[in-house]
Nanobody, 124 residues
Framework: VQLQASGGGLVQAGGSLRLSCAASGRTFGGMGWFRQAPGKEREFVAAIRWSGGSTYYADSVKVRFTISKDNAKNAVYLQMNSLKPEDTAVYYC????????????????????WGQGTQVTVSS
C-alpha cells in the first residue's frame, strides 16, 4: 500500500491549509497524521478510526486542526486553521495501526504503512 500526502505549501500565520492523503490499496483500522520539523523527532498530530470515526489530536493542534475521512476513497484529510510558525514541518500520513487507535497510539512506528510527506511552511 502506497500513501501519498498532498496539499502542503507556504502560508502566512493565521492562514489555513487542507492536506489530503490517499492510499493506493485497502487499509484497516484507521489513519494518522504526523509531522517532523528540522532537527526534531516525528510527532503525532491527529488520527481517525475507519469504523465509527473517533478522532484523536495532539494538544498543540486541538481546536485548530480537524481530521476527517472518506472510507470509500480510502483517504483522510487534515484541515489546518489558525496556522502558526511552529506548525512548520513535513507532514506525513500513516495507515493501518498495529493495534486499535486510541489516545495512547501516538507513535508512527505503531502504523503498518508510512507515507511520503508534504511540506507545510508557515511564515510569521
Amino acid at each position: 500500500v502506497q500513501l501519498q500526502a498532498s496539499g502542503g505549501g507556504l502560508v502566512q500565520a493565521g492562514g489555513s491549509l487542507r492536506l489530503s492523503c490517499a492510499a493506493s490499496g485497502r487499509t484497516f483500522g484507521g489513519m494518522g497524521w504526523f509531522r517532523q520539523a528540522p532537527g526534531k523527532e516525528r510527532e503525532f498530530v491527529a488520527a481517525i478510526r475507519w469504523s465509527g470515526g473517533s478522532t484523536y489530536y495532539a494538544d498543540s493542534v486541538k481546536v485548530r486542526f480537524t481530521i476527517s475521512k472518506d472510507n470509500a476513497k480510502n483517504a483522510v484529510y487534515l484541515q489546518m486553521n489558525s496556522l502558526k510558525p511552529e506548525d512548520t514541518a513535513v507532514y506525513y500520513c500513516d495507515a493501518s495501526p498495529k493495534r486499535p487507535i486510541t489516545s495512547a497510539v501516538r507513535h508512527h512506528q505503531e502504523y503498518t504503512y508510512w507515507g511520503q510527506g508534504t511540506q507545510v511552511t508557515v511564515s510569521s
